[in-house]
């Protein structure tokens, strides 16, 4: 039988094959019809969720190579992808913290690899050093050479948690995306909106048969979908 939501961790282990590392979680997504933001929200706290942290700004300048192979792997169903982006937090204003990820995807498992990034003075000169040859050696070190800057895009993302099971739950709204300059020279890219707000579960493997049961079984509202934003945000700037 499987453990209540409200109830001690699952301890029974569920692999996935060829990608049954400890880092590896089920990533889960959804879209939201307008109007139903409020809905999910409240849903999750009936299963005993709360607010992990506050809302933040999530940005992330995603990579493809020259025929955009990453677009298309999503665009025609293949199960085995992985999507290079650099990532930061917060607002363009400031001073910068981002970093390289590498995400590895099978089907609705995932992993993450995490590169640092040097840290600087603001978003402009992300954009440039995007293009460096310093950049260039940093996606050298994951094996990749003939990669450049094409998108980015950026959202407001709250945070959920159940307050016994290491389950988290994720919503970006206002996800908003702009294409990036061929030559580097953008320094203040144009944002449109792109889709819909996006919810997303993540937990780990063991956790498989708890949350089919107890959170998304015959009852959950919600349809899961094949969902991209890099995909997403190409199509809605006809790049």
């Given at each position: 039988?499987?453990?209540?939501?409200?109830?001690?961790?699952?301890?029974?282990?569920?692999?996935?094959?060829?990608?049954?590392?400890?880092?590896?979680?089920?990533?889960?997504?959804?879209?939201?019809?307008?109007?139903?933001?409020?809905?999910?929200?409240?849903?999750?706290?009936?299963?005993?969720?709360?607010?992990?942290?506050?809302?933040?700004?999530?940005?992330?300048?995603?990579?493809?190579?020259?025929?955009?192979?990453?677009?298309?792997?999503?665009?025609?169903?293949?199960?085995?992808?992985?999507?290079?982006?650099?990532?930061?937090?917060?607002?363009?204003?400031?001073?910068?913290?981002?970093?390289?990820?590498?995400?590895?995807?099978?089907?609705?498992?995932?992993?993450?690899?995490?590169?640092?990034?040097?840290?600087?003075?603001?978003?402009?000169?992300?954009?440039?050093?995007?293009?460096?040859?310093?950049?260039?050696?940093?996606?050298?070190?994951?094996?990749?050479?003939?990669?450049?800057?094409?998108?980015?895009?950026?959202?407001?993302?709250?945070?959920?948690?159940?307050?016994?099971?290491?389950?988290?739950?994720?919503?970006?709204?206002?996800?908003?995306?702009?294409?990036?300059?061929?030559?580097?020279?953008?320094?203040?890219?144009?944002?449109?909106?792109?889709?819909a707000d996006v919810m997303e579960l993540k937990y780990g493997l063991d956790l498989d048969?708890?949350?089919?049961?107890?959170?998304?079984?015959?009852?959950?509202?919600?349809?899961?979908?094949?969902?991209?934003?890099?995909?997403?945000?190409?199509?809605?700037?006809?790049?």
């Amino acid at each position: 039988m499987a453990t209540s939501l409200a109830g001690p961790r699952c301890d029974r282990v569920s692999v996935e094959t060829q990608i049954a590392k400890s880092d590896a979680r089920y990533e889960r997504k959804y879209n939201l019809a307008e109007g139903r933001h409020q809905d999910f929200v409240n849903y999750l706290f009936s299963l005993e969720f709360s607010r992990q942290h506050p809302d933040r700004i999530v940005n992330s300048v995603y990579f493809d190579g020259h025929d955009r192979p990453a677009f298309w792997e999503k665009i025609e169903g293949v199960s085995d992808r992985t999507k290079y982006r650099v990532r930061w937090y917060g607002d363009d204003a400031g001073p910068i913290t981002a970093k390289l990820e590498v995400k590895k995807r099978r089907n609705e498992v995932g992993t993450k690899q995490n590169l640092p990034l040097p840290h600087l003075q603001n978003a402009p000169g992300l954009y440039r050093f995007l293009r460096t040859p310093d950049m260039a050696q940093i996606l050298e070190r994951v094996g990749q050479f003939n990669l450049r800057p094409i998108v980015q895009i950026k959202y407001s993302r709250e945070y959920f948690e159940h307050r016994s099971i290491d389950i988290r739950a994720t919503v970006d709204r206002h996800i908003m995306g702009a294409a990036l300059s061929a030559h580097g020279q953008q320094t203040r890219p144009h944002f449109r909106g792109v889709g819909a707000d996006v919810m997303e579960l993540k937990y780990g493997l063991d956790l498989d048969d708890t949350v089919r049961s107890n959170l998304i079984g015959s009852n959950f509202p919600f349809r899961l979908q094949k969902f991209s934003k890099y995909s997403m945000a190409c199509g809605a700037l006809q790049l």
